[in-house]
């Protein structure tokens, strides 16, 4: 058969061409031509938006004016500065294809429509408009979801304001989220610290209150402001900004934040605009905040005190505080220092702070304080003040004193060793507070102590009455060290030495041994070799007595791929086929199958396998999208109602903490008899296999410099979870096989299946004995009571690992030495003892030995034997961050990256920005912002406007 005449093609093609604009006029959706049109006509002027008013195709050609379409669905609406008034329609969400909506700059008004079911939106510009509400659900369903402003939309205030919904977190990709002056109201919810991605966080202008949600250590925001908040604003101290070493803006004045500015603020490196003003902060000003090269720095209007420091920062105001001097760069009196000292101690009381200010506590009105003749200071008279906190060693420097009353307050802790250098002194009135022993043993003759009613010293029937004597005690150094006693301390080892009689019976009898730093270490030994004889002792798996074991997670059913969210302990439920459900953290990023694992891992491959533990096995496994991830699998022939305890244990502490020294739970899975832990890959593997089987490895030793920097990551891992995180918690299992390392070798502390929460108010957690031998503190290992002071130990150990190269617990070394704690104990202090015992791998100068000698004295304190004897994980993040090299720029010139020359100020940067792209400057108030603002997707609807009142 012949094809078509050339007559014929001629006229289908001339038919075709006729027939393509009106297929054109019918391209767009029929639903999305009406959302538009009902949008149009509600506006009080519709004549801003001029479209078709009988019908008409906003994807056809020509496009309606601000509509973008991606084939016959709308895809953006860019509608801003148009002083458009009037209520957005309700079916708004019926957009689908919505994925960028700029509507900021205009007068709507009315109730915002929800915007659920808007999966696609990634781009949402609300701001400066006159919404007046939201709807609850109005979050739901936003996954794709990068930048949302709400800026300047008096929200809900007929009902007094409104909170983000829990369902915001499920926007997990959101980077910028900006609502100032937007009417929110209450605390930070704490899933903000749980959105890995967010970025930008602007809540400026509102009625938030509470305190900075503990969710947020450790986040890799780059912009938080929280300033001028109404009425009293957000309240508590300011450590946990120190953490979030990615700011470069931290806005938080015009609230009512107290406490001081933490010493570790140094560690924002990126930190270039900084505003504190309009506080209650007090305190002195640490050095490393007047070393920051800051664009702008604002602490005016607090009461911070002592010397004002010669800033590094461009531009500085620090006008109405209560300094004692008026120049930078200019010292305090000592007696004022003294002074500030034990204000510290006390957590700074508003009463004392209000009335020591200048130069001279023997001019003006400083409450409590009395001076002799002389001008020097000779009595602190401060009965019945309510005051908390400790006894500061800084009172010593006050040679003059000659009373000290402090009776009847609530201070707690030791009193320092150096208040015996107080020759002087013939008074010290601490009674009716709650002092712990030791008491230092004065040498005073005539002076009078004053301790009765404080339970800690005389409240027991073994220890003695107190009373105008002084009673026999330790050496009278600053720093506490074992083998220090007295007649309390001695008593209370009686006591504890009566509990243990039939363990201690079974070595040599330990009574007189005093003087002994490790008289326990027998018991070690002893305990060691009876779990390598097979006894019935069993330290792993870990203590099933956790009660902490429910937790929120979300279940993704296998077989219809569902997602719910239950509450209740973490146990797999079978069904009739023997498979369970899949679950995961809601706090998590992944929820991952078993069947998942099991590919990513190569069905549990042995070449796969990173390392063996009291668990199982752990796996290296890469998701789909280069996700690397370890794959925590328990033995088939270990699950038992104690290893379920310990999988639990697990989850219910990771899902609590957060931080950048802590490795990261992604997820967990419970199928039939499959019990797995999915967490963030750490490259470099565990801190012992480097320091014990580098060689073997055939990797290189890790230098000084790098065993300070892991030491000091565990140290800040450590202390966020005694005292940082939102509840304390002890770790009970620090070790070197429990710390990895990233591809930087920076440390994170891992395996949390013997954490255990420290109730509020107690001193010590009584629990069954778990962790390792060689790390386990000596109280804890005869009694089972356990304080945070037993992880203090264990970090001891792990500094003297680093120091020497040498494991723990060894039993193929010489007797004395098997027990590092203990050998290491005879020979810190001797110089070339303790040169001989460094690592040999270690390249050691004059220099580095400074350090090292500064990290063996450390490690014996940490490693006291009394617990009240070590100090907290807080002094050793201080001892240990002057020994770490901070980073330095380099010196070579400034160039342009990507047309950003960073010479410039941030406020001419973003000018640049906008000139180069031809945008107006109507989305930000330069001159009230003094910030850099995110740069916004090209083409897309201009972003942040700038929370107002610096």
Not at 30 to 50: A, H, M, Q, S, Y
Not at 829 to 841: E, F, G, N, Q, V
Request: with cysteine; aromatic share 8%.
């Amino acid at each position: 058969m012949d094809g078509p005449s050339p007559m014929l093609l001629s006229t289908l093609v001339l038919v075709f061409s006729l027939a393509a604009p009106a297929m054109v006029l019918s391209a767009t959706d029929p639903n999305d031509v009406k959302i538009l049109n009902d949008f149009r006509n509600g506006l009080d002027n519709p004549e801003l938006l001029p479209w078709p008013k009988n019908g008409g195709d906003p994807c056809g050609t020509p496009l309606w004016n601000y509509i973008y379409c991606d084939g016959n669905r709308v895809s953006q609406i860019q509608a801003k500065n148009l002083n458009l008034s009037g209520p957005l329609p309700q079916n708004l969400n019926q957009l689908t294809m919505l994925f960028n909506l700029g509507l900021q700059n205009n007068k709507l008004n009315g109730p915002l429509p929800s915007f659920s079911g808007l999966s696609k939106l990634k781009y949402a510009y609300l701001d400066n408009n006159n919404f007046d509400s939201i709807p609850s659900d109005f979050f739901d369903g936003l996954e794709s979801l990068e930048v949302l402003a709400l800026d300047r939309n008096n929200l809900n205030a007929s009902t007094g304001g409104w909170q983000f919904p829990s369902s915001l977190q499920g926007s997990t990709q959101l980077t910028n989220l900006t609502c100032a002056s937007c009417n929110l109201a209450g605390p930070l919810p704490d899933f903000l610290g749980k959105m890995n991605s967010l970025s930008f966080l602007i809540l400026s202008g509102n009625n938030l209150t509470g305190e900075i949600p503990a969710s947020l250590n450790g986040t890799a925001l780059q912009l938080l402001w929280l300033n001028n908040q109404q009425g009293k604003g957000l309240t508590g101290t300011i450590d946990l900004v120190a953490t979030m070493v990615s700011l470069s803006s931290l806005w938080l004045h015009g609230n009512s934040f107290t406490g001081s500015i933490p010493e570790n603020i140094g560690d924002l490196t990126s930190l270039k605009d900084l505003n504190l003003n309009s506080n209650q902060l007090v305190g002195l000003i640490p050095d490393a905040l007047g070393k920051m090269q800051l664009d702008n720095l604002d602490l005016s209007n607090n009461h911070l005190m002592g010397p004002i420091p010669n800033f590094k920062a461009s531009k500085v105001s620090d006008d109405s505080n209560d300094f004692c001097q008026s120049k930078p760069g200019v010292p305090c009196a000592f007696e004022v220092m003294a002074l500030l000292g034990f204000l510290d101690g006390l957590n700074y009381p508003s009463n004392l702070v209000n009335s020591w200010t200048l130069n001279n506590p023997c001019e003006g009105n400083w409450l409590g304080i009395k001076c002799n003749a002389n001008g020097k200071v000779s009595m602190i008279n401060l009965p019945n003040f309510n005051l908390t906190g400790t006894l500061s060693p800084s009172v010593a420097n006050l040679g003059s004193l000659v009373e000290i009353r402090l009776e009847g307050n609530n201070l707690s802790g030791v009193v320092p060793s150096n208040w015996t250098s107080l020759t002087s002194l013939t008074l010290l009135d601490l009674s009716g507070n709650n002092i712990s022993p030791p008491l230092p043993k004065f040498t005073n003759n005539g002076l009078k102590i004053m301790t009765e009613g404080n339970p800690l010293l005389n409240g027991s029937p073994e220890a003695p009455s107190s009373g105008n004597k002084s009673p026999p005690s330790g050496s009278g150094k600053a720093e506490p060290t074992p083998g220090n006693s007295n007649s309390s301390s001695n008593n209370s080892h009686e006591t504890t030495k009566s509990k243990t009689k039939s363990l201690v019976s079974i070595v040599a009898p330990i009574a007189g041994v005093a003087a002994a730093a490790f008289l326990l270490i027998p018991l070690y030994v002893y305990y060691f070799r009876r779990r390598k004889d097979g006894d019935s002792l069993v330290i792993h798996p870990r203590d099933p007595s956790d009660s902490d074991n429910t937790v929120k997670i979300t279940v993704a059913n296998n077989t219809n791929g569902s997602i719910s969210t239950v509450t209740g302990s973490v146990s797999g439920s079978r069904n009739s086929s023997g498979i369970g459900d899949s679950h995961v953290l809601e706090a998590g990023n992944l929820v991952i199958s078993v069947q998942v694992l099991r590919n990513v891992t190569k069905n549990f491959a042995p070449e796969n396998e990173l390392g063996r533990g009291g668990f199982g096995v752990v796996y290296k496994g890469e998701l789909d999208d280069g996700t690397k991830i370890a794959v925590k699998r328990m033995e088939a022939g270990v699950i038992s109602n104690k290893a379920l305890d310990e999988f639990q244990a697990e989850i219910a502490v990771l899902s609590k903490v957060r931080h950048r020294h802590l490795v990261s739970l992604l997820g967990y899975s419970v199928q039939g008899n499959e019990r797995i832990l999915v967490y963030e890959y750490m490259p470099q593997g565990a801190l012992s296999k480097h320091l014990f089987h580098w060689k073997s490895s055939k990797m290189e030793p890790l230098s000084w410099k790098r065993r300070l920097n892991i030491a000091l990551d565990v140290a800040r891992g450590m202390e966020y979870l005694h005292s940082l995180a939102h509840q304390s918690f002890i770790h009970r299992d620090l070790k070197s096989s429990n710390i990895l390392l990233a591809d930087d070798f920076r440390a994170k502390v891992s395996d949390f299946g013997l954490v255990k929460l420290a109730p509020e108010g107690e001193k010590s957690v009584v629990t069954r004995l778990a962790g390792t031998f060689g790390y386990l503190a000596p109280e804890y290992a005869v009694t089972g009571k356990i304080t945070t002071k037993a992880d203090v130990f264990s970090f001891g150990v792990v500094l003297m690992e680093l120091l020497t190269g040498l494991m723990a617990l060894d039993e193929d070394r010489p007797e004395e030495s098997q027990y590092l704690a203990a050998w290491f104990w005879h020979i810190k202090s001797d110089k070339k003892k303790l040169m001989a015992a460094i690592d040999p791998a270690l390249d050691i100068n004059e220099e580095t030995f400074e350090s090292i000698s500064v990290i063996a004295e450390l490690a014996g304190h940490c490693t006291a034997r009394e617990p009240t004897q070590r100090p907290d994980m807080g002094h050793a993040v201080n001892v240990l961050s002057p020994l770490v090299e901070k980073w330095k720029p380099f010196d070579d010139d400034i160039e342009e990256y990507s047309g950003i020359d960073y010479s410039l100020p941030l406020t001419q940067m973003v000018k640049g920005w906008q000139e180069a792209e031809g945008k107006d400057l109507s989305y930000m108030d330069l001159e009230d912002s003094k910030s850099s603002i995110p740069a916004r997707p090209t083409g897309f609807a201009d972003s942040f406007t700038s929370a107002d009142g610096r």
